[in-house]
DNA sequence: CATTGATCGATTTTT
DNA sequence: TCGATCAATG
């Protein structure tokens, strides 16, 4: 251990300087479980990465000792440098995902699972059509149940350990579930039958290795002296008992987490892993981390206020230093149109009058940014939206790793279906669905069935196409298996032998998008030189290295042979998304509040504060409000100056005008903490059962803004027509001719607007300021 | 076998 | 509204 940084008198006080005294607790605690409560802002991964450091510096723990836990890639790097610029080399520490960590242990000896180490990993799109194909052999219609409820019941039953037997016996002979549960214990076969994990298998069959082999589980459980998991409050069952099982040996378990914060439910997450975390071990040292260094003392008490609604969490007040700063902003916006330009509108005046480079605006669902995109774009504001496409998932990246992929795991059926008719070579579905039918029949892979397309009288119309298509991998196997050249070679070979190259220069004489799928194919191709730069120089080695070895003595038994570096590179585009990759600043960060967790920023925009929409109308037929609680408070806890809120009294959303009071979170935030500001000229809300003051003083304010809107109608010249503004869908109408009908959508343009109307013979649409209408 | 119109359906997302 | 996905046609 001679690389790490010395640890002289005054390298250990700067590990601790600047800390607060709960935050020193924290970094000094000895050992045994422990539970750090850390709320929005208050300097968790500092307390982390101070922690490592100090057991590595001062306790002398090894550092391929400890296991360090995090949710995505990104906090995982972070904490890797920020580590290694306190200790020093660090590469034998684990530091990584569950997903990672879980894949190191199971690539060694997954053989004992009855799977071979050049397994695939399925991403979603792999996995639902593995289940479309299983649906297919079971002959089961996949109109009957969307294919989204399958992925997404069999993916809840893994995550809480639930095996197909156990959900079939669960579903009570309601045939529904029954079939689910068939459709379950199918697609575990068949990912087994291709020598495939998804996301969940990772930890599912890691969980199944340990618990079923002693040696695997002493060894482990002996070698990881410290386990730290941040996000705790996200963990689902399946990381619980991983984590419970790997710290069971020397128990010392430090869990990060903040229950305010826990807003993944919907992919499994289980609060109760944090909630029950000192019941499960009554040992536990618990520290509170509520001293805040983000937000104003204003944009805080109004998130406590907020949270502070929620009944099952540990309470936790945060407070800081800092200063007052600026109230709440609240803006009511007539319509999405309006709420657009609003915030649009501020910003451009903060951008050229202040100093503030940060900010960000906020939604709940994605579907929100169109008129934010459009204003923004209007006044020439660049904007970026946060969590887009990974580079990895894109068309063209993914067929060409589907051909790497064929190559390392013959097996991988979806690989190959994926690209056998990419570039199109003249094999249809018809021909594909032959090629299972065999490949089921004989028990062989389709590459293999493709191979013996001149045996099967099935295959024989498209023998000449698979012929070839079977040559191109067979080169490239050759390649990957004798050759001993870079892999970014291999990558390029890829590219011209499958013909993918070819199509795309083709495709750009008349679509202009070819040219940077194009570019992002060759992207690809330095992609994987800078990799394989990397994982040759040791930087990905550490993944491989044997448990007790150090990094040199690892460098020495690492495989450098071209399938082991395209093993390792495939993992890393399944595992990876690409979120480090920063591209020039914009002004404007656009993201949902989901993708905004643990982020920070200046000035933040929360739009579409309204009910139905933030809460989710879905949330509250569920009963999830307080999940939806938990999102709010992480949407204003991400401002550190400047916090505004917006609604609108009328939004065009999936083609439908909705009319939605504001949200129910808004009658939490205290009166004196708000500042509301301009306005609409329509109707009030729906009066508030809160009864709140801000609700109030919305009313006072907008009688008065009517009471002018008013005024200036008499100036202006009358118009025929109905006084839309009063109406909102469901009321009833009269038409001249037609008679009464319904109104289902009332769409604003300025002064009138569109109203879309049932008639007994049918939908007509007319403009409000045609005088023909009249209301009953 | 490839291309085209109808139909459905729509929170949140990492690995 | 918009987009992806899917059955029917040339």
């Known amino acids: 251990m001679t690389d790490f940084k010395d640890t002289s008198k005054a390298g250990r006080e700067s590990l601790l300087a600047g800390l607060n005294n709960e935050q020193k607790k924290a970094v000094l605690q000895d050992g045994g479980p422990m539970l750090i409560l850390a709320g929005a802002g208050s300097g968790k991964t500092r307390v982390i990465t101070h922690r490592i450091a100090h057991l590595v510096l001062e306790r002398h723990v090894p550092p391929w000792r400890i296991l360090a836990i995090t949710f995505t890639n990104k906090a995982a790097s972070e904490m890797k440098s920020r580590a290694a610029a306190l200790i020093g080399n660090i590469d034998a520490m684990w530091i990584g995902t569950f997903h990672t960590m879980m894949l190191r242990i199971l690539r060694q000896d997954c053989h004992r699972l009855g799977f071979a180490p050049g397994f695939s990993i399925l991403d979603s799109d792999d996995q639902r059509r593995a289940v479309k194909d299983v649906l297919k052999d079971m002959g089961i219609d996949n109109t009957t149940i969307p294919l989204r409820e399958i992925t997404s019941r069999i993916s809840f039953a893994k995550n809480e350990m639930v095996s197909p037997a156990e959900l079939a016996r669960t579903a009570h002979g309601n045939p529904y579930l029954g079939t689910i549960a068939r459709v379950y214990e199918n697609y575990v076969a068949y990912c087994k039958r291709h020598n495939g994990f998804d996301f969940d298998d990772i930890l599912l069959y890691t969980l199944q290795l340990l618990r079923e082999h002693e040696d695997l589980r002493a060894r482990y459980q002996t070698r990881f002296l410290h386990i730290l998991v941040d996000e705790y409050q996200d963990t689902n069952r399946v990381q619980y008992e991983l984590v419970k099982l790997l710290a069971a040996h020397h128990r010392n378990l430090a869990v990060v987490g903040d229950d305010d914060q826990s807003i993944y439910r919907f992919r499994?997450?289980?609060?109760?892993?944090?909630?029950?975390?000192?019941?499960?071990?009554?040992?536990?040292?618990?520290?509170?981390?509520?001293?805040?260094?983000?937000?104003?003392?204003?944009?805080?008490?109004?998130?406590?206020?907020?949270?502070?609604?929620?009944?099952?969490?540990?309470?936790?007040?945060?407070?800081?230093?800092?200063?007052?700063?600026?109230?709440?902003?609240?803006?009511?916006?007539?319509?999405?149109?309006?709420?657009?330009?609003?915030?649009?509108?501020?910003?451009?005046?903060?951008?050229?009058?202040?100093?503030?480079?940060?900010?960000?605006?906020?939604?709940?669902?994605?579907?929100?940014?169109?008129?934010?995109?459009?204003?923004?774009?209007?006044?020439?504001?660049?904007?970026?939206?946060?969590?887009?496409?990974?580079?990895?998932?894109?068309?063209?990246?993914?067929?060409?790793?589907?051909?790497?992929?064929?190559?390392?795991?013959?097996?991988?059926?979806?690989?190959?279906?994926?690209?056998?008719?990419?570039?199109?070579?003249?094999?249809?579905?018809?021909?594909?669905?032959?090629?299972?039918?065999?490949?089921?029949?004989?028990?062989?892979?389709?590459?293999?069935?493709?191979?013996?397309?001149?045996?099967?009288?099935?295959?024989?119309?498209?023998?000449?196409?698979?012929?070839?298509?079977?040559?191109?991998?067979?080169?490239?196997?050759?390649?990957?298996?004798?050759?001993?050249?870079?892999?970014?070679?291999?990558?390029?070979?890829?590219?011209?032998?499958?013909?993918?190259?070819?199509?795309?220069?083709?495709?750009?004489?008349?679509?202009?998008?070819?040219?940077?799928?194009?570019?992002?194919?060759?992207?690809?191709?330095?992609?994987?030189?800078?990799?394989?730069?990397?994982?040759?120089?040791?930087?990905?080695?550490?993944?491989?290295?044997?448990?007790?070895?150090?990094?040199?003595?690892?460098?020495?038994?690492?495989?450098?042979?071209?399938?082991?570096?395209?093993?390792?590179?495939?993992?890393?585009?399944?595992?990876?998304?690409?979120?480090?990759?920063?591209?020039?600043?914009?002004?404007?960060?656009?993201?949902t509040i989901h993708s905004a967790k643990g982020l920070e920023f200046q000035n933040v925009y929360l739009v579409g504060a309204e009910e139905r929409i933030f809460p989710s109308a879905q949330a509250e037929e569920n009963d999830d409000l307080e999940e939806e609680r938990r999102l709010c408070y992480v949407a204003m806890t991400r401002a550190k100056k400047r916090l505004t809120i917006t609604a609108a009294r009328s939004r065009l959303l999936y083609g439908r005008t909705q009319y939605n009071p504001p949200s129910r979170f808004l009658s939490d935030i205290p009166d004196e903490l708000v500042n509301e500001v301009g306005g609409s000229k329509q109707a009030p809300p729906r009066q508030s059962d809160s009864g709140s003051q801000l609700f109030r003083t919305l009313s006072k304010l907008d009688s008065l803004r009517r009471k002018k809107a008013d005024e200036q109608k008499r100036q202006a010249p009358e118009h025929n027509g109905i006084v839309w503004q009063t109406l909102k869908p469901g009321d009833s109408i009269n038409h001249v001719r037609l008679g009464s009908g319904e109104i289902l959508a009332i769409t604003p343009t300025g002064d009138n607007a569109i109203l879309r109307i049932r008639f007994a013979g049918g939908e007509r649409r007319f403009l409000s300021g045609s005088g023909e209408l009249s209301v009953e």
């Open 268 to 591: 499994g997450a289980d609060i109760r892993n944090i909630l029950d975390f000192e019941g499960d071990n009554p040992d536990t040292t618990v520290i509170r981390l509520e001293q805040n260094y983000r937000s104003t003392k204003t944009i805080l008490n109004a998130a406590n206020a907020v949270i502070d609604k929620n009944e099952s969490r540990k309470k936790k007040q945060l407070w800081t230093e800092g200063e007052t700063g600026e109230p709440v902003t609240f803006y009511l916006a007539s319509d999405h149109v309006g709420e657009a330009a609003f915030v649009a509108n501020d910003i451009r005046k903060r951008l050229s009058s202040t100093a503030d480079t940060e900010y960000a605006i906020l939604y709940r669902a994605s579907a929100l940014t169109r008129n934010i995109e459009a204003a923004l774009r209007e006044r020439g504001i660049s904007y970026a939206i946060f969590g887009g496409m990974r580079f990895y998932d894109r068309k063209e990246v993914k067929d060409v790793n589907a051909y790497i992929r064929l190559a390392v795991n013959p097996g991988d059926n979806l690989a190959l279906t994926r690209i056998i008719n990419v570039p199109k070579r003249g094999i249809g579905d018809q021909t594909i669905e032959a090629l299972r039918e065999v490949s089921a029949d004989m028990n062989i892979s389709m590459l293999e069935a493709a191979r013996q397309a001149s045996m099967h009288p099935q295959l024989s119309r498209a023998a000449g196409a698979l012929a070839r298509f079977v040559a191109i991998m067979d080169r490239l196997s050759a390649l990957l298996h004798e050759s001993d050249t870079s892999f970014a070679l291999l990558v390029e070979r890829v590219t011209k032998e499958s013909g993918l190259a070819k199509q795309l220069e083709a495709d750009m004489l008349t679509d202009l998008s070819a040219r940077t799928r194009l570019e992002n194919m060759n992207e690809l191709i330095s992609d994987a030189l800078e990799f394989e730069k990397k994982y040759l120089g040791g930087e990905i080695l550490a993944a491989w290295a044997d448990d007790f070895k150090s990094p040199e003595e690892a460098a020495e038994t690492i495989d450098d042979s071209l399938i082991a570096v395209a093993t390792a590179y495939l993992e890393q585009t399944a595992l990876f998304s690409d979120q480090d990759r920063a591209e020039n600043r914009p002004d404007v960060n656009l993201m």
